[in-house]
């Protein structure tokens, strides 16, 4: 494996429809963000992801982070630029592991939608697809997988009231909320009939665990979404992509990272899905993360397979409603073409993990 300074994360072209117009963000910024030279805009994208769009801006010697809503959106929750904004400058003072927020605009005017711009944190960020010279042994891999289960620990115990995010939700009937939520959702985006998803969340609303403890939690803690020290690869140095996080039951946090948590004895189609560098040699299995998380948080973790199946099924919605994007013609990514067998295999995943009473050895 090269030098971890040789991989830092790098952005690429921007997406046609998706293009910023630098000449008005340009002086926007220079006004709006202390010590910022006046002159040429450089802009490029950050290629992954599905929901927000990322993009790198170079004024001088400054690189800044935008993040913006994606084109033919809504503007709830998952796509609040303010809401975001002002989780991330609530968290900083007392959470060191996400960026610096610089500001939040609301003018459309400028970009045509509400955006908010923050410091770039250079590190590495391991993807599934990254090169093979870039694949770190077995013995750091092991590493970087139980400082991504230690940092989820840590996160749940940030405390939220001390940063001022004590009104970011409503901890109380969280899960029943979020199984009845993901449901309508589902509905909702249905494109084919899948028989397994309705057996899944007909399960999920019969089988709410008791009230777990509340605390600020993700929604979408993966490889992707944590930056690695260039020098030190087992030292995560920001958690990214703040969207969807809230106050509830850390256990779903949990749930929703083992969902992404793909390993090697799955099925095809589960394979198919794989978003984050979990089959790599070294890579612990669902259960090691479990007793890892368990030891690191105090937490009790008897109905694992409910928030397992939960974050299954939560996460074959979001794709779901992301090829539905597709069908309805709000986009022509050709990414979001074929996501509806994604949907179909999660949902079989998350059936086979109840009927089975576990969350490894499937099949």
Avoid at 280 to 306: C, M, N, Q
Wanted: proline share 8%; with cysteine; hydrophobic share 40%.
């Amino acid at each position: 494996m090269s030098d971890g300074a040789d991989w830092l994360d790098a952005p690429g072209p921007v997406r046609p429809g998706e293009e910023l117009d630098a000449a008005r963000l340009g002086p926007y910024l220079s006004d709006v963000i202390a010590g910022l030279v006046v002159g040429p805009v450089g802009v490029e994208q950050f290629p992954s992801g599905f929901s927000n769009l990322t993009y790198l801006v170079r004024m001088g010697d400054r690189s800044l982070i935008l993040r913006r809503p994606p084109p033919g959106v809504q503007i709830a929750t998952a796509h609040d630029m303010s809401r975001e904004y002002r989780i991330l400058s609530h968290l900083r003072p007392v959470y060191p592991k996400v960026p610096e927020p610089l500001i939040y605009c609301a003018d459309v005017e400028i970009l045509g939608t509400p955006f908010y711009v923050m410091e770039r944190v250079e590190g590495v960020i391991l993807r599934k697809g990254i090169p093979e010279e870039m694949v770190p042994g077995p013995e750091l891999t092991g590493r970087i997988a139980d400082e991504l289960v230690d940092t989820l620990a840590e996160l749940h115990a940030v405390d939220y009231e001390a940063a001022g995010l004590r009104e970011l939700g409503r901890p109380v009937g969280y899960v029943r909320r979020q199984v009845e939520g993901w449901t309508k959702r589902y509905q909702t985006a249905e494109t084919e009939s899948i028989p397994e998803a309705g057996k899944v969340s007909a399960w999920l609303l019969d089988s709410i665990p008791a009230a777990s403890d509340a605390s600020l939690i993700h929604n979408d803690f993966k490889h992707d979404n944590v930056v690695l020290d260039p020098t030190d690869w087992s030292r995560i140095v920001a958690v990214l992509d703040w969207e969807m996080a809230t106050l509830g039951d850390p256990l779903t946090d949990l749930g929703t990272s083992l969902a992404y948590w793909i390993q090697d004895d799955d099925p095809p189609g589960v394979l198919n899905t794989r978003l984050s560098p979990t089959l790599w040699p070294g890579t612990p299995k669902r259960a090691d993360i479990v007793e890892r998380y368990a030891t690191a948080s105090g937490r009790d973790l008897h109905d694992v397979v409910f928030y397992y199946a939960y974050g299954l099924f939560k996460v074959a919605v979001i794709v779901q409603q992301l090829q539905a994007r597709y069908v309805r013609g709000h986009t022509t990514d050709p990414r979001y073409e074929t996501l509806v067998e994604g949907v179909r295999a999660l949902c079989g995943q998350a059936w086979q993990s109840i009927q089975k009473g576990r969350i490894d050895a499937l099949y």
